[in-house]
């Protein structure tokens, strides 16, 4: 379908069978980031009081540290990774990267199937077997495998929820996943 079909898809006002927001907001992550943050001006007042640096370079390297900090902090708390579906077909968006949703139609797809989500791995990258894993937290997600061939993993915290949604859109029951070898 073209692209103004499935933009006209995402901006009316159509029901919506599902919709999850995923965030980083995890308490290890605030740690790592804490840590981030703290480390290199602890570093730098430990040189001033050692008189390794002067007053004016303690100052100008504290500006240089949160003024590049202070968007990575900003970055983790304000993405979120959103999965929709509408009787048209799904959608997913990696919020504020993309305004829109990357949207599958229902006559598209292939193939989905719940899956268990590669070990330790968070956000938008690609895997040998899964294709392009989008993930934010939790264990499991699905499978898509859309007719062109193309392979997608959707991470879930709502597995249950989502799998019953992906199912009224398809008019089919979702199983699990079985590796092809």
Request: glycine residues 6%; aromatic residues 12%; positive net charge.
């Amino acid at each position: 379908m073209c692209k103004h079909a499935r933009s006209e898809m995402m901006n009316t006002k159509n029901t919506i069978l599902f919709h999850e927001a995923q965030e980083f907001k995890r308490p290890w992550l605030v740690v790592l980031l804490l840590i981030g943050i703290l480390l290199p001006i602890g570093i730098l007042i430990s040189a001033t009081l050692k008189e390794q640096l002067s007053s004016m370079e303690l100052v100008l390297s504290l500006i240089a540290v949160t003024a590049f900090e202070i968007p990575i902090c900003l970055f983790f708390f304000l993405t979120k990774f959103e999965t929709i579906v509408m009787p048209e077909g799904f959608g997913y968006r990696w919020w504020p990267l993309q305004k829109k949703y990357r949207v599958m139609l229902k006559d598209e797809i292939k193939q989905i199937a719940v899956r268990k989500s590669p070990t330790m791995t968070y956000g938008y990258h690609w895997i040998i077997g899964y294709g392009w894993v989008n993930n934010i937290r939790g264990n499991m997600g699905f499978q898509v495998i859309l007719k062109s061939g193309k392979k997608l993993f959707i991470g879930s915290q709502q597995v249950e929820q989502l799998k019953a949604a992906l199912e009224k859109l398809l008019n089919n029951r979702i199983g699990e996943f079985r590796n092809e070898f």
